[in-house]
C-alpha cells in the first residue's frame, strides 16, 4: 500500500529520528486515518501496548512492519534502546491498544522524556473514546474535567467525587463495566439522583449505545442487567443558578434541626438533598 501520493502538500513521512504518537480506532476499524497507515507502514518500528492488538489492524491493512511491545511494565527499559533508536536516525511510531496513546494508555513518559531528551515528536490524531462521548452527549463541550478512571484508594477518590459533585463543568471518566453500577451508587451519593448523565457503551462499534439522562434512570437500566462492553460516562455541571447560596442559612438551620433530632449527618445531608434538589455533598459541606 503506498499512501504517501496523497500527502503531496506535506514533507515526505515518516521523517528520520522522530516520535510518532499515533491515534488507532476505538472500535471500529476504518476510523484509522490514512496519515497513521502511511506511518505504520513505513517507520523503522512500532512500539505497542500490546502487540497482538496492533497485529489486528495491521493486518486488516495488509501492512507488515517490526513491532515491539511498550507497556508500564518494560517502559523505563524501553525508553533507552527506543533514544538510542531515534538518535540513530530510526522513526518510530507509538501506537496504544486503542485510541490515543497516553490517554489513560501507556506513552506519557516516554513522550515526557523524549521531550526532554530534545527529540522530535509529531503526533498522527485519531479517535479518542473522551472525545468521541463528550461531542455525542450534546453537553457542554467548550469547557470540560477529564478524569478518566477514578482512582480505588477510597480517600483519593472521595476527593474526585466530590469534585464531581461541585464542578460546573462537563465531566468525562472511563470506567469498567464491571464496577459501572458501583460508580454509578457513588455517583448518586455525591451528585444526587437528578444530575444529568450519559453512558456511552461501544462507541464506534456494531453495538453503540447511548443511555441517558440521569443518575436515578441509569442506575434503573442496568439494575438487572450485566454491564459489558467499554464505557465512557458523561456528566454535566452544575448549574450556577441551581447553587444553594441564596438559601444556605435556611438550609443550614434545617440541617441542624434534623441532627438535633436524632439523624447522622450523612442520612440528614442525603433526605435535605432529596427534599430541596441540591447535591448531598454541598449541604454536608454546610455543617
Ligand atoms: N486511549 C484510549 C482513548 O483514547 O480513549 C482510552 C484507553 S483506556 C485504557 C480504555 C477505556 O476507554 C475503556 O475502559 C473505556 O472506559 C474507554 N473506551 C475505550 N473504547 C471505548 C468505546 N469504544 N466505547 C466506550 N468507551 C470506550
Redesign the pocket.
Known amino acids: 500500500m503506498n499512501i504517501n501520493s496523497s500527502f503531496s502538500h506535506k514533507k515526505q513521512e515518516p521523517e528520520n529520528s522522530v516520535l510518532y504518537i499515533v491515534g488507532t480506532p ?2 471500529n476499524l476504518n476510523d484509522i486515518s490514512l496519515r497513521a497507515l502511511n506511518i505504520l507502514e513505513n517507520v523503522s518500528l512500532i512500539a505497542c501496548e500490546d502487540t497482538r492488538q496492533t497485529k489486528k489492524i495491521l493486518s486488516k491493512f495488509q501492512i507488515k512492519n517490526t513491532l515491539f511491545s511498550f507497556n508500564e511494565y518494560n517502559s523505563s527499559k524501553r525508553i533507552p534502546k527506543i533514544f538510542y533508536d531515534l538518535k540513530a536516525g530510526k522513526s518510530i511510531a507509538l501506537v ?1 491498544d ?4 497516553s ?3 501507556p506513552g506519557e513518559d516516554l513522550i515526557k522524556k523524549a521531550r526532554l531528551n530534545g527529540f522530535k515528536i509529531i503526533c498522527i490524531p485519531g ?4 472525545l468521541t ?1 463528550l461531542v455525542s452527549s450534546g453537553m457542554p463541550s467548550s469547557k470540560f474535567i477529564f478524569f478518566g478512571f477514578l482512582p480505588k484508594k477510597k480517600k483519593d477518590r472521595q476527593i474526585l467525587l466530590e469534585e464531581i459533585s461541585k464542578s460546573e463543568k462537563t465531566c468525562i471518566l ?3 463495566p464491571h464496577r459501572l453500577k458501583k460508580l454509578l451508587k457513588e455517583l448518586k451519593d455525591y451528585c444526587g439522583c437528578e444530575r444529568e448523565i450519559q453512558i ?6 456494531k453495538f453503540e449505545e447511548h443511555i441517558g439522562t440521569n443518575i436515578e434512570m441509569i442506575l434503573k437500566f442496568f439494575e438487572d442487567k450485566e454491564v459489558i462492553g ?3 460516562i458523561v456528566i454535566n455541571g452544575i448549574k450556577r443558578e441551581n447553587s444553594p447560596e441564596f438559601d444556605k442559612f435556611e438550609l443550614k438551620k434545617e440541617l441542624n434541626d434534623l441532627i438535633n433530632a436524632g439523624l447522622s449527618l450523612s442520612a440528614a445531608s442525603k433526605y435535605l438533598a432529596k427534599k430541596k434538589g441540591v447535591q448531598k455533598s454541598i449541604i454536608y459541606n454546610l455543617y
Do not use: V, W
Open positions: 476505538i472500535g496504544s486503542a485510541g490515543l496513546p490517554i489513560c494508555d479517535p479518542c473514546a473522551a462521548a472511563y470506567e469498567s456511552f457503551r461501544e462507541l464506534t462499534k467499554e464505557i465512557t
